[in-house]
């Protein structure tokens, strides 16, 4: 499962201490939206305003209700969610063993949802959407020859092509050779770096969106699923949508992740972007009326 994001706060998955991610994460949604202590305590479900703040200050901790609520605050599911649980329970356990069992917790649930962070010159991986695909693809045909693997492709790329593809994908560490023709990931999950994101991955992007475009004439309804909407909306609305849409993302890939195999590699596109300019407030004219925010 590779992910194509622009993150500015690290994975939870990076953290030994639950104080330091809360306060990273009120940190960023500072940044980045109008955002308080009170609201953050608000959505986690907390009356006292400054609780959280008392939290991270280190002179409260979290309850088990609390630890969920948090979570859910913050936007992780699946590993996320179980891992941030184990890391409050670590960072409040008061006898060695009760630490030693979550901090194992912790390692399993790491070692079972790896994400790779692609920089360097691993982010050729983005450069053509065969690497992508067959890293999906190769360890669900184990003992495929290059051959069946183009074939199972439809043929978009040869034999030969196929071949290359998987000397790169060995040698830059995307795919462990395990027998002859047999494959497996090295890493559950990808996420390419913030530098790679204006080259790239902005490329696949481009790639990604004209193959959705061929899927709605090339699949029948069965075995697709598009849906859409058109929208008026302000630049609060669209920080809670793209949340919304970040947390939808990693329940997919939590699906997608927690049991290995399949029997077909799909394309998940989240996309929301502008139809019309801005329209500022108190402007007028024919186009203000035609593009109103209902």
């Given at each position: 499962?590779e992910v194509y994001?622009l993150?500015v706060?690290k994975s939870?998955?990076e953290y030994d201490?639950y104080?330091s ?8 949604k500072?940044r980045?939206s109008?955002f308080?202590?009170?609201e953050?305590?608000?959505v ?15 002179k ?5 209700p609390?630890?969920k609520?948090?979570a ?9 969610y ?6 409050v ?7 060695d063993?009760?630490?030693?069992d979550a ?15 692609l920089?360097g ?6 450069e053509s959407?065969k690497?992508?695909v067959?890293r999906e693809?190769v360890p669900?045909?184990?003992g ?5 693997l ?21 040698r830059?560490?995307?795919l462990?050779?395990?027998a002859?023709?047999?494959y497996e990931q090295?890493?559950?999950?990808l ?16 790639e990604?969106a ?6 709605i ?9 598009f849906?859409?909407a058109?929208?008026?909306?302000d ?7 793209v ?9 997919i ?8 195999g399949?029997?077909r590699v ?11 300019e ?12 035609g593009?109103?925010?209902r």
């Amino acid at each position: 499962m590779e992910v194509y994001i622009l993150d500015v706060i690290k994975s939870v998955f990076e953290y030994d201490d639950y104080r330091s991610f809360m306060s990273d994460y009120y940190q960023w949604k500072k940044r980045t939206s109008a955002f308080s202590w009170r609201e953050f305590a608000k959505v986690s479900g907390f009356s006292s305003p400054n609780y959280l703040k008392v939290v991270c200050d280190g002179k409260s901790g979290l309850s088990n209700p609390g630890t969920k609520r948090v979570a859910k605050a913050m936007g992780l599911v699946g590993a996320e969610y179980d891992y941030f649980q184990q890391l409050v329970r670590f960072g409040q356990a008061k006898k060695d063993a009760e630490k030693e069992d979550a901090y194992a917790e912790m390692i399993n649930i790491v070692s079972s949802h790896q994400v790779r962070v692609l920089e360097g010159e691993s982010i050729s991986f983005y450069e053509s959407w065969k690497y992508p695909v067959l890293r999906e693809l190769v360890p669900m045909m184990p003992g495929a020859k290059p051959s069946d693997l183009s074939k199972a492709c439809r043929g978009v790329f040869s034999a030969e092509e196929v071949r290359n593809a998987l000397a790169f994908l060995t040698r830059a560490r995307f795919l462990r050779k395990t027998a002859s023709d047999v494959y497996e990931q090295e890493d559950r999950s990808l996420q390419a770096s913030v530098a790679a994101m204006p080259t790239q991955v902005r490329a696949m992007h481009k790639e990604m969106a004209n193959f959705a475009k061929d899927a709605i004439e090339k699949y029948p309804v069965s075995e697709r699923n598009f849906s859409g909407a058109t929208i008026g909306i302000d630049e609060e609305d669209y920080a809670k949508i793209v949340e919304e849409l970040d947390a939808c993302r990693k329940r997919i890939i939590s699906i997608a992740t927690a049991k290995k195999g399949g029997n077909r590699v799909y394309r998940v596109n989240l996309q929301l972007f502008p139809l019309t300019e801005k329209i500022l407030k108190g402007e007028s004219g024919s186009a203000n009326k035609g593009c109103k925010k209902r």
